[in-house]
């Protein structure tokens, strides 16, 4: 039996096409989910960089300046240097709790950029219940500092695993109320629709303009849920040397470092999607493609154009977060408590009861 070579060549090449195409495919499908994920780390870096120099410029010091230009390349520096670390573990402690607590803590954080939207149509999930998903994974973090601080068999670590717990409770009520006065404007709870209902107005229609005093609320208790300065009780090193994180080295501390500056950039993010009209400057700028005829570029340009605008928007909040940081003293567990009950929460619960008359009124 003769065999043509030409034909065997042909199946050779069919084979090979085949295999590439699964290739490709299988490299397509993963490019989506590493995106975000990239993005995101590249974003905390930045953000760990801009704290020590607003910082910097706050205490009139110089800041990192020695690794990298202006100092950029530090924050990789002390991520190399924490995963090379030695993990230790606690002998008397419960080492499962003790090392699935920061893997919790980051997961549910980094799960609630999934419904997060950087520019039209742009968004991992859109989902109706979107903005109650990030309340609902986000709500999981605490439970790993509760777990990180019991694994740890350390007083200090205990009790500020019990602190994290209460302040998340504390102020998650007052924060879900204003989520639902935003939902109820908007006739949805959809980060896309939310976005959209904004824009019908221009610069006015944001919900900065139609929910002052939620906004405000918002935003206090997105520090405290991030446990940022003046919120920061959970690891207050003066009270309880480092909190649920005072056993903790190497990667895992990394961990619990990376999850606070995610926590703070997923929850600025929001501000700017629930509050400041996300994607939308309310400026003609998709005009311009169009007045040179280039109809799919303008959708190129409009994309790129979103998610700038989405990221200026964000790292504006984040100034404002830094600078607090720097500029007021810490609370007393106490304080911490009364303006979580005994202000934010009849004041998120009282602008929800005006906005729903207000939206049954214009019915």
Do not use: H
């Amino acid at each position: 039996m003769i065999i043509d070579t030409t034909e065997v060549q042909a199946i050779n090449s069919f084979f090979r096409l085949e295999s590439l195409k699964e290739v490709y495919e299988i490299i397509w499908m993963l490019v989506p989910i590493f995106t975000p994920v990239l993005g995101i780390t590249i974003g905390v870096l930045v953000i760990v960089w801009l704290e020590r120099e607003i910082s910097a410029g706050i205490q009139q010091r110089i800041g990192p300046e020695y690794a990298g230009p202006l100092g950029i390349l530090q924050a990789l520096a002390d991520g190399t240097k924490l995963l090379f670390k030695e993990n230790l573990l606690p002998s008397r402690g419960d080492t499962r709790l003790f090392s699935i607590g920061p893997s919790i803590a980051v997961t549910s954080i980094l799960l609630s950029s999934l419904v997060i939207p950087f520019g039209y149509r742009l968004v991992l999930a859109d989902l109706s219940i979107g903005v109650f998903l990030w309340i609902a994974i986000s709500s999981i973090a605490p439970v790993g500092l509760l777990m990180s601080g019991y694994g740890s068999n350390n007083k200090y670590s205990f009790l500020g695993g019990l602190r994290a717990a209460a302040q998340s409770i504390s102020y998650e009520i007052p924060l879900t109320l204003c989520v639902l006065s935003i939902s109820l404007l908007s006739n949805s709870s959809s980060t896309v629709d939310i976005v959209e209902a904004q824009s019908k107005y221009g610069f006015w229609g944001w919900n900065l303009w139609r929910q002052p005093i939620g906004f405000i609320v918002f935003l206090i208790s997105s520090l405290a849920e991030c446990e940022r300065l003046p919120f920061d009780l959970p690891e207050a090193e003066e009270e309880l040397v480092a909190g649920y994180q005072t056993e903790y080295s190497g990667i895992k501390f990394g961990l619990f470092y990376v999850a606070s500056y995610l926590n703070l950039l997923v929850s600025s993010l929001f501000v700017t999607v629930l509050y400041l009209g996300g994607w939308n400057l309310s400026l003609p700028y998709i005009v311009v493609p169009y007045f040179f005829e280039i109809n799919k570029a303008g959708r190129v340009f409009g994309t790129i154009i979103g998610i700038f605008i989405t990221l200026a928007k964000t790292y504006l909040f984040l100034f404002i977060a830094i600078t607090t940081r720097w500029t007021l003293p810490r609370l007393r567990m106490d304080q911490l408590l009364n303006l979580g009950w005994k202000f934010l929460l009849p004041i998120s619960l009282g602008n929800l009861l005006l906005t729903t008359s207000s939206q049954l009124l214009s019915l």
